[in-house]
DNA sequence: AGATATTGGTTATCAATCATAACTAATTAT
DNA sequence: ATAATTAGTTATGATTGATAACCAATATCT
């Protein structure tokens, strides 16, 4: 630590910038990272017209037919009345439809449509693309050390359930 | 109230949502680690009054004596306009200052305070508590390598600066 | 030099995000 | 049957972050 310097002993601040201490924090590193990663997503899924969230939905359902709107809700870890204007779009783009369900009548079961499909295709070939060049520099053991390295990170998260949450 | 646990095994809806295409994406586990992070670090600075962006402006400001406020909103990716807001809040607790510059009597010099700098070695060792406990499962070569890929990815964004941006 | 452009900081404003309260209809529990 | 819960919805509010326009000071240009 201690950077060279003292051209004329104390006046740096036109000079670089100097992130000694936040460079000592994993969650920095991880906050940086983690926002130009999602600016970047946001701007691959723009020409599909989808965004983190509706594009989330979207795979969510795919892999989860007959999901409940409530249930991924809880997936996605949104409020259930954001959860409605994101399913509102999408089905009024018909990529997926709302199906009373017969076992439970408040209830809505959401399936991809055919449409709903190709578009999730064509956006997830994007959004590999997107990854593979965001994490090109990392070699396969690294970029599974990261998601297991993440993966525990949420582990203790949820421990500590909320009770401290704002 | 309370726990409403049935005996009996819930509904077959309840079954457990399929996350397979999503924990496939890098990104993602980025973004819940991240989002967990940030909200235990809001958490543990809410007792100090101090938010990210304000515990960050105050580490800036500590390693950069009389940075100005331009280079500060530069180095937190904030715009000036919101700058102003938390250099505002922070000068009116008496954390910092600010001073004209004699040398530029536009831009100001800002300045940690003596309250100032006692408030961030508080925070900073709860800060560290934190970042110790949410990372306490990673031995310390891994918290290493995490850091060095947040590095890398943050490099490759910096090439392909801002034109693919929101 | 004098006109012009640029920069640092500011104010006001606006859009986007996210959470909360309150409501309906259907279901479950007492 | 009555009460309590749950799924989805509507309306609304708080918070965040970005944009436009401005003033004062400095830098640039010819």
């Given at each position: 630590?201690?950077?060279?310097?003292?051209?004329?002993?104390?006046?740096?601040?036109?000079?670089?910038?100097?992130?000694?201490?936040?460079?000592?924090?994993?969650?920095y590193?991880?906050?940086?990272?983690?926002?130009?990663?999602?600016?970047d997503?946001?701007?691959?899924?723009?020409?599909?017209?989808?965004?983190?969230?509706?594009?989330?939905?979207?795979?969510?359902?795919?892999?989860?037919?007959?999901?409940?709107?409530?249930?991924?809700?809880?997936?996605?870890?949104?409020?259930?009345?954001?959860?409605v204007?994101?399913?509102?779009?999408?089905?009024?783009?018909?990529?997926?439809s709302?199906?009373?369900?017969?076992?439970?009548?408040?209830?809505?079961?959401?399936?991809?449509?055919?449409?709903g499909?190709?578009?999730?295709?064509?956006?997830?070939?994007?959004?590999?693309?997107?990854?593979?060049?965001?994490?090109?520099?990392?070699?396969?053991?690294?970029?599974?050390k990261?998601?297991?390295?993440?993966?525990?990170?949420?582990?203790?998260?949820?421990?500590?359930?909320?009770?401290?949450?704002?």
């Amino acid at each position: 630590m201690g950077k060279a310097v003292s051209k004329k002993g104390e006046q740096p601040s036109v000079d670089k910038t100097n992130f000694e201490t936040l460079n000592g924090f994993t969650g920095y590193h991880l906050k940086r990272a983690t926002n130009l990663m999602m600016s970047d997503l946001n701007a691959t899924l723009k020409p599909f017209e989808l965004r983190l969230l509706s594009y989330t939905a979207l795979v969510l359902v795919v892999d989860n037919p007959r999901i409940r709107m409530s249930q991924l809700a809880a997936a996605m870890d949104v409020e259930r009345p954001n959860m409605v204007v994101i399913v509102d779009a999408l089905e009024s783009r018909k990529l997926i439809s709302r199906q009373r369900l017969e076992t439970d009548r408040r209830a809505y079961a959401l399936n991809i449509t055919l449409a709903g499909r190709r578009l999730y295709e064509k956006a997830t070939v994007a959004v590999r693309a997107h990854e593979e060049r965001l994490t090109r520099q990392l070699d396969t053991q690294t970029r599974e050390k990261v998601i297991e390295a993440m993966k525990l990170i949420q582990k203790i998260g949820e421990l500590r359930t909320h009770e401290t949450y704002n």
